[in-house]
Every structure is written in C-alpha cells, then in structure tokens.
C-alpha cells in the first residue's frame, strides 16, 4: 500500500473543486414545483431536450401523515420538438372549419419517453361524453383497494334503467335486462363496448366521495354530475389517461387492467383507423350533443415500439361521422411525425 502523505492543502482544494462541480450540476437542471407544497428540489429526468429546459410540476396525493406520493409529473412548457406538428394540424383544422366540417377542435399529445408535449386550443372546455367513463373505472379501482371483493359484488339489471341510459350514436354489445352482473363485467362492458346500461348500474352504485376526491386529486373542480353542461379541457381530461399509464394513482396492478380494458375498446372509426392494424391502442371515444353541436372526442395510448404516446383529439360540429374522419386523420398525421422523428 502507498503510505506517502498527501499535503493538506490539496485535500482541501480537491474537495472545493469536488463541491463546486457538484452544485454546478445541480443548480443547471430546472426546479421540481410542487403542486402539493412549497417545497422544492431538483432532478435529473431520464432525458432532457437541451432546448427546451423547462421546470417540473409534481403532484402528490395528500391525506397521509407521514408520505406525499407523486402520482403526476409534468414539465411546465410545451416541446418545441411539436412545433412543426402543431402547424400542420392547425392548417389541417382551419381547413375543415372554413368548408363547415367543423365548429372547433382541440388537441393534446404527450410522448411518454420524454415527457415532451403539445396542446391545440386548450382554453376552450367541452363536454366530456362517454369519455366520463374512464373516471368512473378509476373511481371503482380505487374503491376496490379498501374494499376486498368489491369488484365481484352482483349487481342487478333492473328495468328502470332503460329509461334513465344516454342515447348514443355508436352502440355496440349491451348487457341484458334482468340479469345480474359482477361489477368487474360491467366495467368491462362499459369500457369496451361503451354500454350506457352498464355506466347507469354503477352509477347507482358509485361512491361519491371517492369520485369527487379524484378530482380534486387531479388539481380539477368536482363536477355537478347533475349539470349536463360539466366540461374540461382537452389538457385537464388527459390527466386521467396519465395517471393509469403512470400507475401513480392506483396499484400497478388495478393500473394494469385498467389499461387492459382500454385495449378492448372496439370503436374502430377514429383514431385506429389509418393506423397499422397491429399497432396496440388503449383508447376511449365519446359523443355529446344538443340541437345546436354535436361533440366527438378520443383519447388513447398509442404504444408505438418503444416510445408510447399519449393523444386526445376533442371536437365540436355537426356530423360525427366528420368528426370521426377529422380524428382519424389527425392521428395518422401525428402517427406519421412520430415515426419520422424518432428519437
């Protein structure tokens, strides 16, 4: 072994140089803002683009006494790396206004393996629809965590529900009438199928405290369910899609069936449409209207080799089957950019 002494001067320089590296490294990466708290840190994300250094919001979950879990992680500013993307689906939808396919349209795209995003239009609210149904799995997922069984409890089919279901333009299996159904089957049939019978039978059922604290989890204001004119913005309805793909909210393993629910979604007409048929999407479409507009919206995971994105497409008009085309085609649109901007 070396048993010369090294002179105390350089043990002392060696540990300023060692320390002012270090805070230098540090102080360079943006700020995490707590959405929860006033406390702030700093990270390192797995990948950061040099040109768009931005800080990091986190959202925890309060209600604990000695833990704030991170549930929700998002940097502040959009990508600039979108920037060519956005423009193309801004001409794309200027377009369809001015020949009257559309009264207006608006776009949120998020690239899991970067954490890079983009929003079109988020100012402007609309109506969620079937898209609602997505917070009332997530809702009964979590009631399933302090209720063991719950999610094979038998619920009946009563006829009166009938009466009391949305009207929906695309309609696919339903639950019979009179039957009893475990509630994981009628979550199933809710997601997949998008059956209204089986929303209303878990409506019924739906423990409201659980609904409304996941919105205010979520940084949202807790809708009226009773209001039919409840709405969000494109930006805000994407958080639920997140907090499944990120398994920050519930269990990895409720997380887990969630998004393979997802998966079953068998609308076919807008955002799988131009893509390759063997391309995975966890998705969910909705629709709502009055006499004066009609909405269409979807939002799905797109799980393009290994960089999954995240894109809802909300848009108000007076055709759905226009509508259905316009995101179709704005997913093929985004679908192509991906592909030709890898990583």
């Known amino acids: 072994m070396f048993k010369k002494r090294i002179p105390v001067f350089y043990l002392l320089l060696s540990v300023l140089v060692t320390s002012a590296i270090t805070f230098l490294a540090f102080t360079t990466i943006g700020k995490i803002k707590s959405t929860n708290a006033k406390e702030t840190a700093t990270i390192t994300p797995e990948h950061i683009d040099s040109g768009n250094l931005c800080n990091y919001n986190l959202m925890r979950l309060k209600g604990y006494q000695f833990i704030k879990p991170i549930f929700l992680t998002e940097r ?18 200027a377009y369809e206004k001015m020949h009257d396919s559309l009264q207006s349209a608006a776009i949120y795209l998020l690239d899991f393996s970067q954490n890079d995003w983009m929003v079109f239009n988020d100012a402007e609210k609309f109506h969620p629809g079937s898209l609602a149904k997505i917070a009332i799995l997530i809702t009964y997922l979590r009631m399933a965590e302090t209720t063991p069984g719950l999610l094979d409890r038998e619920l009946l089919f ?75 913005t494109v930006k805000e309805y994407s958080k639920f899609m997140r907090v499944l793909y990120d398994a920050g909210y519930l269990t990895i393993p409720a997380s887990e069936y969630a998004m393979s629910l997802l998966a079953e979604c068998d609308f076919n007409q807008g955002m799988k449409k131009e893509l390759p048929t063997n391309l995975k999407v966890a998705h969910k479409f909705g629709q709502w209207g009055d006499d004066n507009f009609l909405e269409l919206h979807e939002s ?21 089957d226009q509508q259905a085309a316009l995101i179709s085609h704005i997913s093929k649109m985004t679908y192509d950019y991906m592909v030709a901007n890898p990583i």
């Open 76 to 93: 502040e500013c959009p990508s600039v790396k979108f920037t060519q993307l956005e423009s193309s689906i801004n001409e794309y939808i």
């Open 158 to 232: 009563d006829n009166k529900v009938i009466h009391i279901a949305p009207v929906q333009t695309y309609n696919s299996k339903t639950i019979k009438p009179g039957n009893t159904y475990k509630i994981r089957d009628l979550l199933h049939s809710m997601i997949a199928y998008s059956d209204n019978y089986a929303l209303v039978i878990l409506n019924l059922h739906l423990d409201m405290s659980v609904f409304n604290k996941m919105f205010t989890d979520l940084g949202m204001a807790v809708p009226d369910i009773k209001d039919i004119s409840s709405s969000l």
């Open 300 to 320: 799905g995971i797109i799980y393009l080799n290994n960089r999954p994105y995240l894109l809802t497409i909300m848009t108000r008009g007076k055709n759905l």
